[in-house]
């Protein structure tokens, strides 16, 4: 019994392996085109200033077309900065669901579950398009997409602070950290089950980087420096063993930062 419980096993960890290499090769190919897709600019146009440096034209015709633009750019740029730091969630149900299969309970797609953080990821793009509209059409954004009020700023700053130190970021941080709260407190059977589990653990990757999505309108939405640096940040957090200490410090350093900001335009003033 001995030997056949081995090449039982040892046919079961060949097939996680190729599980795990095809659904690595999908996230890096998506991950890879979202980052091209911004470096190539995110769907604005080029322009130069008098002097001669870059910098983005927007439209301020906030038409159904520009919208549906917005949007792509906010989902593809979504999809780039957390698709990494949501990986080893993937590859885990990848493994499940293999067991799964193996134990006669059926086998799900695992981009079925992948798809499930796209939606609420898209959702969460939805949201932030309506928000840039509306500093826009007050004219709170330059046309790096960045908030030309320095209050504004300091505001944001210090609010995405506060949010890294309350239990609702901590929590759901916890949740995107450890996959196995996911098979003991939500895992269902089928398809759609695998959707909605895609689903509820999007919303906790939202959960811990909302606020710091936001600070995207601090920096420049357009800004390539910003984006890239709050994707590591954002990677780091959820995969270092001191990524909730990291939460908390940050968010201290942000309310600083934050104070600081508004103290120096009203010093000025």
Known sequence: MAPAVFV???????????DHLVVLTGLISVCGAA??????????????????????NSTRDWTPAYLGLMFAMWWVMMIAMMLPG??????????INRKSGEQGRGHVPT????????????????????????????????PMMQT???????????GGGLYQLTPLKHACLRNCRSPFNMIAHSWREGAFGAFRMGIEQGLFC??????????????????????TGLAIYVLIEKLAPAGHALGRY?????????GWVIAGAIAAN
């Not at 091209?36 to 983005?56: H, K, R």
């Not at 030309?148 to 210090?158: D, M």
């Open 250 to 258: 940050t968010g201290a350093l942000l309310i600083v930062w934050g």
């Open 35 to 56: 980052w091209l897709y911004i470096f190539a600019g995110a769907g604005m146009e080029m322009g130069t200033t008098p002097s001669g440096s870059p910098t983005v």
């Open 8 to 18: 039982k096993t040892s046919l079961f960890e060949q097939a996680v392996r190729r």
């Open 206 to 227: 939202l959960g811990c980087c909302w606020v710091l999505m936001a600070l995207l309108f601090y920096g420049g939405v357009m800004n390539l420096w910003w984006i």
């Open 148 to 158: 030309s009020s320095i209050y504004l700023g300091g505001a944001l700053l210090i």
């Open 86 to 95: 949501a990986a080893p969630m993937v590859l885990f149900f990848a493994t």
């Open 111 to 142: 981009y079925i579950f992948a798809a499930g953080y796209l939606v609420a990821w898209g959702g969460f793009s939805l949201g932030a398009v309506f928000l840039q509209w509306g500093l826009d059409s007050v004219t709170l954004l330059s």
